[in-house]
C-alpha cells in the first residue's frame, strides 16, 4: 500500500548549524504534504505544509522543499536551537480525504549546546 | 488554532478492560479524527468520528474494538475494547480547522 517514510531516522546537530529531514512517499496521488514535531509527552505540533502545485514554502527559520519528480519532501531548519529537539514527522494527504493522514516514521532530532 | 483536550493524560489498566478516551475541543469543527501512536513508532490512523453517525473505520480497525462517540461538534469519544498489552499506546483526537490539522495531547495508555 502506500507508505510515506525517511531517510534518516535520528539527526545529530550542533546549536547554530542547519539541520535538514528527508522523507520519501510513494503515493503519486498525494497532494497535500506537512511536517509534524513531536516533543515528549506531547502531541505533534503544526510546523509547516506544502500543495503538491509547489516546490518551496518558507516560514519562520523552516523550508520545506517538495520535489515530485522523485516523490521527496525536506525540511530545512535554519540556525537549529536546543529547542528543535524533538521527533519530526513527514504526513501526506489526498484532497479526496482531506484530515485522513499518513505519517513517516520519523526522525528523532537532538540538537547539541 | 484549536484547543484540545485529552482525559485520561494516562492509564495503566488490566487486560479484559475497556477504557474510554475523551476529547474535547475549544470550538465547533466538522472534521474529528483518532490516530494510535504504538510505542516508537509513528501515527496511525483508527478512525473519522462523525457528528450523528456512526464513525469510519480505516483498514484493521473495527468498531467492536474502537467504539466512538461524537455526539456534537465539540466533543467525541474513543473506547478500547477488551483490551490487551497489544492496546497499549497513545491515543490521540486530531481536528481540522481552518484548513490546518491540530492534535490532541494524547491520552497514553498501558495494559497489564
Known sequence: GESVGLHLPTLSVQEGDNSIIN??????????????????????????????NMDKRQGQRVTVLLNKTVKHLSLQIAATQPGDSAVYFCAENRRTSYGKLTFGQGTILTVHP | SAVISQKPSRDICQR??????????????????????QPGQSLTLIATANQGSEATYESGFVIDKFPISRPNLTFSTLTVSNMSPEDSSIYLCSVVSYNEQFFGPGTRLTVL
Open chain 1, 23 to 52: 522523507c520519501a512517499y510513494s503515493n503519486s496521488a498525494s497532494d497535500y504534504f506537512i511536517w509534524y514535531k513531536q516533543e515528549s509527552g506531547k502531541g505533534p505540533q503544526f510546523i509547516i505544509d506544502i500543495r503538491s
Open chain 2, 16 to 37: 479484559g478492560t475497556s477504557l474510554t478516551i475523551q476529547c474535547q475541543v475549544d470550538s465547533q469543527v466538522t472534521m474529528m479524527f483518532w490516530y494510535r501512536q
